[in-house]
């Protein structure tokens, strides 16, 4: 817009200048015809005054004039060329005037021959034949006609001056209008960021503390779910302490009442008193006595196993409310410690631990251990059977955290169970060694309280790879604080 | 003479408090056992209306302790026990199911005598009381402070 405007206004302002120059081109062209007519005026009062006096002075300045009148001529020649109608006008004009100047040399020559009557019979022919009145009416024809030239070529000035003005006056307008508008856009959206800056702030403040409410109701959170598992799991052991107590009653109960069954069946009567325990059962008593002590023995073996599950929760809730005391420890040593514990296993399963270098960290001692250890022996009890396993343990830093990978050549894991086998009382693949699902539950429940993670790649058939990380440097700070 | 030892019971589970006089009597112990299922009766019994304990001045008493109760915390009666003058000579056997290492320790500090854990195994459990009953049978229990 403001190019439209500046270009509309340099084209006006060079349209204008066109137009004072053919103005002035009007002017001059007039002057010079003015010029024309004087010089040719000089020359015939020269001439007159020469003929009257015989001076060589009026003779010195007709000659003077008379050379004059032609570049003059030559001039206006040159000036007019654009304009037809005056150059119709100047053909005439230069005719009348090359009569005129001819007329001047007879003149001339009849004085030179002394015969000055000759000559002002000549002067007064030339007043007769009107040779002066026309030239003056020529001259006053073209002068008319550059004085319409003029008043055409200066109203044409003055409007593209009128019209270049008011040109860039509406583009100054336009650029005042558009240097406020901007200055209100500017301020306009200076406003909305303030707004928007404010806004984020509150919003930043909000969540933090948003954060920090969410992160104490979580806290608390689990904290309930420590205290209820704790309560639940100690509240369940007491009934358990009945069933089992009075199953093993109702055991020795049924060993007397078949003893006596046997003794009312087995011995004749009349006969002499014999040990009741030593009387055989026969057929159908027989039957129900071992049905009795089977459906003891599964009642037995389910308590034993429910007392099991519940020791384990028990132990990771207490696992979970046990100070942590973060020490340095040297990586391979205590790693060759855990491995050389793990010994007998490993020869057993014919296992080949390799410890390559390991970063040290600063951490609580006793749950590392408990990590290692479970992870080192899940590598050694799960390898393939009838291949000799090879075990190696790998460590790296990487920003502030130690990454410790355990990585087995055993039968691995379904990735489907990936998941699965970090969940309490949760096994995956075949069910042939002994083990109660805890143990990857209660690595994974501690490296989070170390604040690492812990991921788990592997494939059916092709090995595992548990990957730990956790914090170089672990500060009580970070958890203690927080209770 | 001595007199004879009064077994107090303070064991909220009847269950477990019919399992451990039964494994008691089995270990030829036939000491009079007086049952309480809540804290607060045995505080009355043991401590009297007056909370002084001298109800049980001169009698020789033998307290089995549950830490479970439904209505108080049995820490709170051993700690009563140990402190009152007429009874803290009475030994003191915590039987409850908690084998947290914290509350034993707790306990022991509180001048209990004996910290059995009741196992689920139930042979483990009647052992414990056996050895228990052979325990009271050969211990002197010294009377209330007189």
């Not at chain 1, 007998?344 to 749950?367: K, W």
């Not at chain 1, 693949?429 to 170390?450: E, M, S």
């Not at chain 2, 003058?85 to 509350?103: C, G, I, R, W």
């Amino acid at each position: 817009m403001l190019t439209v405007i500046s270009a509309g206004s340099v084209y006006l302002v060079n349209e204008a200048r066109d137009d004072s120059k053919w103005v002035v081109h009007t002017i001059e062209v007039e002057n010079q015809i003015n010029t024309l007519l004087l010089e040719i005026r000089r020359a015939e009062s020269g001439a007159r005054g020469f003929l009257l006096t015989q001076g060589a002075d009026f003779k010195a300045d007709h000659d003077k004039a008379v050379a004059a009148v032609p570049p003059a001529l030559d001039r206006i020649n040159r000036l007019t060329v654009d304009n037809q109608a005056q150059r119709d006008n100047l053909e005439k004009l230069s005719a009348a005037i090359q009569t005129r100047l001819g007329q001047f040399a007879q003149e001339m020559d009849f004085l030179r021959q002394g015969q000055p009557d000759k000559s002002l019979a000549l002067v007064r022919e030339a007043a007769a034949a009107n040779t002066t009145t026309t030239i003056g009416s020529l001259a006053a024809a073209m002068i008319a006609e550059e004085e319409r030239l003029f008043r055409l070529r200066s109203a044409n000035a003055d409007r593209s001056q009128t019209l270049a003005a008011s040109m860039t006056g509406i583009g100054s307008g336009l650029v005042v209008l558009l240097a406020l508008i901007s200055v209100w856009l500017v301020r306009r959206s200076a406003r909305a960021r303030d707004d928007a800056e404010t806004r984020l702030r509150d919003a930043n403040l909000n969540l933090e503390s948003t954060v920090d409410e969410r992160t104490a109701d979580l806290r608390e959170a689990n904290d309930e779910i420590q205290r209820f598992a704790y309560i639940v799991s100690h509240d369940l052991r007491s009934p358990l302490v009945n069933i089992m107590g009075f199953t093993s009653e109702l055991e020795e109960l049924g060993k007397d009442i078949f003893r006596r069954i046997g003794g009312l069946t087995g011995v004749p009567a009349g006969g002499p008193p014999v040990d009741i325990a030593d009387i055989p059962l026969d057929g159908p008593d027989k039957q129900m006595s071992a049905d009795f002590s089977e459906a003891l023995g599964f009642i037995k073996s389910s308590i034993a196993r429910m007392d099991r599950l519940i020791s384990a929760i028990l132990n990771l809730t207490r696992e979970g409310r046990r100070e942590f005391q973060p020490e340095k420890i040297d990586a391979r040593d205590f790693i060759e410690a855990i491995v050389s514990s793990l010994a007998h296993q490993a020869a057993e399963a014919q296992a080949e631990i390799h410890i390559e270098p390991l970063p040290n960290i600063v951490s609580d001692r006793l749950a590392l251990e408990q990590i290692f250890s479970n992870l080192i022996d899940n590598a050694i009890k799960y390898l393939k059977n009838g291949v000799p396993g090879e075990i190696r343990i790998r460590g790296r830093t990487k920003l502030g955290y130690a990454i410790f990978e355990i990585n087995d050549n055993g039968r691995g894991i379904d990735p489907k169970d990936h998941q699965r086998i970090f969940d309490l009382f949760r096994r995956a693949g075949t069910q042939d060694k002994p083990g109660q699902g805890i143990g990857l539950a209660h690595v994974r429940a501690l490296v989070r309280r170390l604040g690492g993670t812990m991921s788990v790649s592997s494939e059916l058939n092709a090995g595992s790879t548990f990957t730990i990380t956790l914090p170089i440097s672990w500060n009580a700070s970070n958890r203690n604080a927080d209770k | 003479m001595t007199l004879p030892v009064t077994i107090i019971m303070i064991e909220d589970d009847e269950g477990h408090a019919r399992l451990i006089e039964r494994n008691i009597r089995r270990s030829g112990v036939n000491n009079e056992i007086v049952s309480f299922t809540n804290g607060t009766d045995a505080m009355m019994h043991l401590f009297g209306a007056d909370g002084s304990g001298l109800v049980q001045k001169g009698n020789a008493l033998l307290i089995l302790l549950d830490l479970n109760l439904p209505d108080m915390s049995g820490i709170d009666i051993l700690k009563q026990i140990k402190e009152n003058k007429y009874l803290k000579a009475s030994p003191v056997v915590v039987l409850t199911t908690t084998d947290d290492s914290q509350e034993i320790k707790r306990c022991y500090e509180l001048g209990c005598n004996v910290y059995i854990t009741k196992p689920v195994n139930y042979e483990n459990f009647a052992n414990a009381i056996r050895q228990l009953g052979l325990f009271f049978s050969v211990i002197q229990v010294p009377p209330a402070a007189s």
